[in-house]
């Protein structure tokens, strides 16, 4: 897919340096203060540091022009999420959300949102659009799903949605604004865990909120400002610290997962492969339609928890680790959380590790399983 509006990574990583004047700092500042300087009565500048900080707002600017539409910052993905749902969500509202999409997300809306009076529906990825979307206030997606990798058609999702007069929300996290523009596609809001491949290192709790609906993004500010959910200021900077090199590490992800996936799918340990990329994956079609890349994830089972731990824990180039996108590949067996998946589906996130080189680790440790 190519949008108009694709991201340029070469400008993204200019964008205040096109700015500075003589002597100011190529890096970006760290704001470190809860207080500002304000001598008589104030004129609008910043205020407080629950309300301003140069260094959220800076990465917000960088989000902004990676989704091209304003964005706001958040403390983890599921503080951006829970925004999203707050500010278009009261009582008496129709919320529809995937079965088998992240389980916190549910586990969200089943605690809190249904006791608050939102009715609650859940649907599963691929059928995402049967039976319509009349009556539904807000219908949250998520394509690629995790961890089961099912796509969903947003554009056609968005245009029932939008047509029963609802409002949806995407969540982009297994894709990044790289691999996949929801609100081209015709989302209200877009949501992402920026903990996984934009942080990238593994060190840092962020995500993100990008609307051009400017009733919605301003309940999603005055939501984060009354309710203190705002990003800390050193976790902000890391955070626009791992945008800089997002393209690099997210072409190699993609691209080393594109090989690993056609050799996963060929070993006989592996009894089921789900990866857009494959041709012969049921999504192949529709992530040609609406992914600029196939992701980093995928997913493959094994044999049972037991083979499933073993291959883990016995491949040097795989962290055994929950959450992904970081420079070291990782997996983990998703049932252990409760996922309606096979006890030995194992979700892999492929990291920066020369394809080659994981490759060897990877069929080393599922081969010793073989004898």
């Known amino acids: 897919m190519d949008t108009p509006t694709a991201p340029k990574p070469g400008a993204m990583l200019h964008l205040r340096g096109n700015t500075l004047s003589e002597g100011d700092p190529v890096a970006l500042p760290l704001t470190q203060s809860s207080m500002y300087h304000l001598p008589g009565d104030w004129t609008g500048g910043p205020s407080y540091g629950r309300v301003d900080n140069a260094t959220w707002e800076h990465l917000e600017h960088v989000l902004a022009y990676l989704e ?10 599921m503080a951006a999420i829970s925004a999203a749902l707050f500010a278009t969500l009261k009582a008496g509202s129709k919320l529809l959300i995937p079965s088998d999409g992240y389980y916190v997300t549910r586990r969200l809306s089943e605690r809190f949102l249904q ?15 049967e039976g319509g979307f009349d009556g539904f206030d807000v219908v949250f997606a998520e394509t ?8 969903c058609d947003l554009r056609a999702v968005a245009d029932a949605v939008h047509a029963a007069g609802g409002l949806l929300i995407v969540d982009n996290t297994t894709m990044t604004p790289l691999g996949q523009r929801p609100l081209e596609l015709g989302a209200d809001v877009v949501v992402a865990s920026d903990t996984k491949a934009p942080g990238g290192h593994s060190d840092v ?10 009733d919605v993004l301003q309940a999603a500010r ?3 400002q009354f309710g203190g959910g705002i990003p800390g200021p050193q976790e902000a900077w890391l955070a626009h610290r791992g945008l800089e090199t997002l393209d690099v590490r997210f072409d190699r992800m993609c691209s080393t997962a594109e090989v690993l996936a056609e050799r996963l799918a060929a070993h ?7 990866f857009p990329g494959l041709k012969s994956d049921p999504s192949f079609e529709l992530a040609k339609q609406q992914m600029a890349r ?17 291959f883990i824990n016995t491949c040097p180039l795989i962290r055994s680790a929950t959450s992904f996108g970081g420079v070291h590949t990782s997996a983990e067996r998703r049932a252990r959380w409760g996922d309606a998946v096979a006890p030995g589906f194992i979700r892999i996130s492929v990291g920066t590790e020369p394809a ?3 490759w060897s680790a990877m069929a080393a440790s599922l081969d010793a399983l073989l004898e």
């Open 205 to 214: 709790l962020m995500g993100h909120l990008a609307t051009r609906n400017a």
């Open 356 to 358: 080659e080189e994981l």
């Open 115 to 129: 006791d608050l009076g939102v009715e609650v529906h859940q649907r599963p990825t691929t059928g995402f659009a």
């Open 68 to 77: 091209h539409a304003p964005a706001l910052a958040f403390p983890s993905g």
């Open 144 to 151: 690629p799903s995790n961890p089961g990798l099912d796509l």
């Open 294 to 310: 196939f992701g980093f994830l995928i997913s493959i089972t094994l044999d049972g928890a037991e083979q499933a731990d073993a």
């Open 222 to 224: 005055e939501w984060r």
């Open 268 to 274: 006989p340990l592996v009894q089921a492969i789900r």
